[in-house]
Nanobody
Framework: VQLVESGGGSVRTGGSLRLSCAASAIGDTYNCMGWFRQAPGEERKGVASKYLTGGHTYYSDAVQDRFTISWDNAKNTVYLRMSNLKPEDTAMYYC?????????????????????WGQGTQVTVS
């Protein structure tokens, strides 16, 4: 599975961005898509996840009510709509795909749940 992110960039505080991640392959290779981010000097952390089969979505507390994850089945593309951006949202954002049935946010947003990763796209908020 190849994942290619796009849509990152620089934005002012309070602005919005939409990240995209196009996934190759389909079938029994992944059923969950996630977005993670890593700021300089910090660990990579999960921010949003979507269980494609059941439709459930999960968000970290830091982005709840500001970020929205969605999936376009026709395009095999996952999106992350980010609104009301803050300087602390500045990070490299990574798309990930995995095959599991999420039993809660802890599992859905855990790095270890995912098998495939994109190269990342930078988001800078100032």
């Amino acid at each position: 599975v190849q994942l290619v992110e796009s849509g990152g960039g620089s934005v002012r505080t309070g602005g919005s961005l939409r990240l995209s991640c196009a996934a190759s392959a389909i079938g029994d290779t992944y059923n969950c898509m996630g977005w993670f981010r890593q700021a300089p000097g910090e660990e990579r952390k999960g921010v949003a996840s979507k269980y494609l089969t059941g439709g459930h979505t999960y968000y970290s507390d830091a982005v709840q009510d500001r970020f929205t994850i969605s999936w376009d089945n026709a395009k095999n593309t996952v999106y992350l709509r980010m609104s009301n951006l803050k300087p602390e949202d500045t990070a490299m954002y990574y798309c990930a795909a995995g095959w599991f049935v999420p039993r809660g946010a802890d599992q859905a947003l855990a790095l270890s749940s995912y098998n495939y990763w994109g190269q990342g796209t930078q988001v800078t908020v100032s």
